[in-house]
């Protein structure tokens, strides 16, 4: 059974739909990379896929406890780029739901956080302050945070969004190397040569609408179309 799917997912927002006809699925160990144009509904196919957001038809099913296996990136804001924490604190932070009624962290969750930030190779900054790190140091950090919520899935919302070419090669690499671990990766993206560089699945959202390999997309004639419009 897949990790994921969704059934004929109409998706809007005040009243008004936004993409209407969406059927994919996502199996374990998948790369799935979704574009489109801005406005097109991406942000809010991630939101529902997470449960924070209803869709106006249609429904997404997931395997049976996977809601607690998702870890997710999301865009940044100005606000948050800003928040004075350590490294260490932050990365913690995405153990908070395997706390539950715990006001503290276990020894297991300490140690989850120090073993991505190991991985994610910011264990030499535990102990800086999350503001005062470059953007592609905070993309790294919240990688690790959204890790150790992540059992299965991550769902990435422009990852590499605000960074230089080469940090954001970088954190491509990343992601790919984690994918390789065998966790599946759901990620939002503008940068079409970088998607179809690493996915293993391509989503096109919009006024047309694809879902299926890399190999069938770049056969496909909505390939041409969405370079087009990059």
Not at 74 to 83: E, G, M
């Amino acid at each position: 059974m897949p990790q994921l799917i969704c059934k004929n997912l109409t998706l809007g927002y005040d009243g008004k739909t936004v993409v209407s006809g969406l059927n994919f699925n996502v199996n374990a160990g998948d790369y799935l990379c979704v574009v489109g144009d801005n406005g097109s509904g991406k942000t809010t196919l991630m939101k529902t896929i997470l449960k924070l957001k209803e869709p106006m038809s249609g429904e997404v099913v997931t395997r049976d406890g996977l809601e607690s296996e998702i870890g997710y990136l999301p865009q940044q804001t100005a606000i948050q780029k800003d928040f004075p924490a350590s490294v260490t604190e932050v990365v913690r932070s995405g153990c908070l739901n395997r706390c539950g009624l715990r006001p503290f962290y276990s020894k297991k969750e300490k140690l989850l956080a120090e073993e991505n930030m190991q991985k994610l190779g910011i264990a030499s900054i535990a102990k800086s302050c999350y503001r005062e790190l470059s953007g592609g140091q905070q993309q790294r950090i919240l990688l690790a945070r959204a890790l150790c919520a992540a059992k299965k899935i991550l769902l990435l919302d422009e990852p590499a969004s605000g960074l230089d070419p080469k940090t954001s090669a970088e954190l491509y690499d990343l992601i790919a190397h984690l994918n390789s671990e065998g966790i599946t990766i759901i990620m939002i993206s503008h940068d079409i040569a970088e998607s179809v560089k690493y996915a293993s699945h391509i989503l096109v959202i919009g006024k047309n609408i694809f879902f299926g390999t890399k190999a069938d997309y770049l056969k496909s004639d909505i390939s041409a179309e969405v370079c087009r419009h990059d």
